[in-house]
């Protein structure tokens, strides 16, 4: 069997150039604040590609770097003002934070209306009593992966492997709105093989390269990889065994170039829905 590869590069530059059209038409220059601290080079690399994408759609986004020392309580006061001050419209408080820092009690202060990341229990809330309003931006980038290969999910077996709040539980969730029917599966659980291969939909956010390999798939599967991991020789590699994959899945994201930049791109689309719902609210 033909593997058809699902390329995220270019469907996150289509749906970039949506964003930069509806943001003209709105004639609005919406404001986004990434609030970063004590980044390892890795993520500093990132946050510049986030910055790159947001200025190109015409989001106007400031970094607040703020000082490897300060505390759960000075993060918290810095949100609360963000959350205040009515030129901005999102807030993006870069994740890892430091291990002194509680990260759940900073997510919980972001204005869940502000919540680019779509991370705030309110948000997660919303998805799961299926409303969904601001949606975590590496599933909801994958489930506009998963619509590349098929339109209509309905009755579709789905595994998701990872039950993070950032992917996994959020993918779930989706996927379950979508009809799918959905199983979460982590490092508990048993025979995971057999289990994946019954998946016509398999998502893969463990971080553990090379984990799926040719006895995980249904022949014809759709297989989304969000892992992210460095080879020894400093190559970025996902869970899935491309080489292996490659001839049963029926569709796969390649890592790089997959689920990578769809991540970044909904970050612009989860701006434009906060513009939307700020001049409805006027
Ligand atoms: P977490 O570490 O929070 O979660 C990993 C999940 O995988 C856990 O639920 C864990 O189970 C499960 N797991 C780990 N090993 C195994 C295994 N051998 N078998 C089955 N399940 C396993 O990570 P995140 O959810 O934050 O991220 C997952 C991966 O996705 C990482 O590689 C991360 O770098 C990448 N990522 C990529 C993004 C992108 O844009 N492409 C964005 C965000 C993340 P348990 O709960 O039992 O420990």
Redesign the pocket.
Known sequence: METKLLDGRALAGKIQEQVANELAVMQRVPKLVVVLVDPSEAIRIYVRNKLKRTAAVGIQTTVQELSPTVSTEQVVAIVKELNQDKLVDGILVQLPLPDHINTNTVIETIDPNKDVDGLTSVNLGRLMANMPYLVP??PL?CLHLIHQAKADLTGLNAVV????????RPMAQLLLAENCTVTI?????RN?AALCRTADILVS????PG?ITDNYIKPGAIVID????KTKDGHIT??VDMERAKGIAGWLTP?PG???????TMILTNMVQIIKQNLDNK
């Open positions: 931006c590496t980038g492997i990872g039950r993070s709040r950032l992917v996994g599966a982590h490092s508990k659980t995971l956010a463990t971080g553990q984990l969000v892992g992210i991991s996902g869970d890592v997959g689920v990578g930049p769809m991540t970044i």
